[in-house]
């Protein structure tokens, strides 16, 4: 049972940079047909795809985040991470790290439990 | 990007109910479109892959079906522990975009 936990601070000041890590437990974060992606939300609202990284390195990202995002990948640790800049309130959510399979349909399978970052002075 | 829009973003029913939830695409999305349940302080959690497809362990009470723009999750027979927030996903473009939610309330 493939499992994901998010690690990171829950509390990081404007124009700061939030980070975050994700660990991968009962599968390899090498194969083929998985990309790995953040994904939040904000309080008491829906959900946004903040962007994914492949175990190559090949990332791809929510244009609406303006370049305010880094993502990489650590195989020797079966990690990966998100690093977003210059943060303002509007950024504060709860941040899930996610599996997205590339199979039939392509869905999100399997999920963080996620980690609320709060973005205050 | 490619919007989803989900109808009713709320409604209210009873153990025993049949409930449907639409889910539109701005553009032809095939098949790729996923369901996905969340209750409160939980992840969501994945339900049906390629619009009909239930995913293993998932109660047969759930379905989906449609394809190309419009899609429909139904529940055969509301349980107690289906009262949630219900979110559609589509997987054909990036970004990858969701439905604005429904939840599903106790009458």
């Known amino acids: 049972q493939v499992q994901l936990q998010e690690s990171g601070p829950g509390l990081v000041k404007p124009s700061q940079t939030l980070s975050l890590t994700c660990t991968v437990s009962g599968g390899s974060i090498n194969g083929d047909n998985y990309y790995w992606s953040w994904i939040r939300q904000h309080p008491g609202k829906g959900l946004e795809w903040i962007g994914y990284?492949?175990?190559?390195?090949?990332?791809n990202y929510n244009p609406s985040l303006k370049g305010r995002i880094t993502m990489a990948v650590d195989m020797s640790k079966n990690q990966f991470s998100l690093k977003l800049s210059s943060v303002t309130a509007a950024d504060t959510a709860v941040y899930y790290c996610?599996?997205?399979?590339?199979?039939?349909?392509?869905?999100?399978?399997?999920w963080g439990q996620g980690t609320l970052v709060t973005v205050s002075s | 990007d490619i919007q989803m829009t989900q109808s009713p973003s709320s409604l209210s029913a009873s153990v025993g109910d049949r409930v449907t939830i639409t889910c539109r695409a701005s553009q032809n999305i095939i098949n790729y479109l996923n369901w996905y349940q969340q209750k409160p302080g939980k992840a969501p959690k994945f339900l049906i892959y390629a619009a009909s497809s239930l995913r293993s362990g998932v109660p047969l009470r759930f379905s989906g079906s449609g394809s190309g723009t419009d899609f429909t999750l139904t529940i055969s027979s509301l349980q107690p522990e289906d009262f949630a927030t219900y979110y559609c996903?589509?997987?054909?473009?990036?970004?990858?975009?969701f439905g604005g939610g429904t939840k599903v309330e106790i009458k």
């Open positions: 996903q589509q997987s054909y473009g990036i970004p990858l975009t």
């Open positions: 990284i492949y175990y190559s390195g090949i990332t």
């Open positions: 996610v599996r997205w399979e590339y199979g039939e349909g392509r869905p999100l399978d399997y």
